[in-house]
């Protein structure tokens, strides 16, 4: 079990172009949530889906952010446009299909940089 | 609106020295509550959660609705506890989490 997988580790991109960043869950996991996580703050939560649909994006910016988590493959969390103020680092987290507030695990993250 | 605070963004201690990371909440409904932990280089990882009632690492912490508090104790730290540490809180009907802006724990030989 290779715990929740994410990449890439390290993405840049210049201003005006798309970021996509990808989240593979525990196996047998079909929960997965995104936090962002600013210089100097905590995480903060984004969007929560299982799969094929979204549950609480109440995190989301309104603009050019969107996620989805299909029926095969990983989740894909994708920024259009970037701008200097999304970088920062994106974690991943997934837990089983069972009560609520089960143990979430996190990945690593993939810390983007937007020049 | 759910928040968590944590006031310290760093915490040194020495070695033996007990510890105390400070963790409020604010929630008008029943929390429950965590501490995250991340050590150099690694992913952040659960240490415990306060319906466990379990102690990790020789760390616990104890959830005390009246102050809204679940700050994390470890009688003696050791140098291995350096960390960055937050606690979360996931509310009712809701399993996103809500963290705290975390503490580095410092434990100087």
């Known amino acids: 079990n290779a715990g929740v997988m994410q990449n890439p580790r390290h993405l840049v991109r210049r201003r005006g172009q798309e970021a996509r960043l990808r989240c593979s869950p525990v196996k047998g996991h079909s929960h997965v949530y995104w936090y962002r996580q600013l210089p100097e703050e905590g995480l903060k939560f984004m969007v929560y889906?299982?799969?094929?649909?979204?549950?609480?994006e109440s995190g989301m910016p309104k603009e050019r952010f969107s996620a989805e988590f299909p029926k095969e493959g990983p989740s894909i969390l994708r920024i259009q446009q970037v701008v200097r103020g999304d970088s920062a680092a994106y974690f991943c987290?997934?837990?089983?299909?069972?009560?609520?507030?089960?143990?979430?695990?996190f990945g690593q993250g993939t810390r983007l940089t937007v020049v | 609106a759910q928040r968590v605070t944590q006031p310290e963004k760093l915490l040194s201690v020495f070695k033996g020295a007990p510890v105390e990371l400070k963790c409020n909440y604010s929630y008008s409904g029943s929390p429950e509550l965590f501490w995250y932990v991340q050590y150099s280089r690694q992913r952040l990882q659960l240490l415990l959660r306060h319906i466990s009632r379990e102690s990790i690492k020789g760390f616990t912490a104890d959830l005390n609705k009246g102050e809204t508090s679940f700050h994390l104790k470890k009688p003696f730290a050791q140098e291995e506890d350096s960390a960055m540490y937050y606690c979360a809180l996931s509310g009712t009907g809701r399993r996103a989490l809500t963290f705290g802006s975390g503490t580095r724990l410092q434990v100087q030989p």
């Open positions: 889906l299982q799969k094929e649909n979204i549950i609480d």
């Open positions: 987290a997934s837990s089983p299909p069972t009560a609520r507030n089960t143990e979430a695990f």
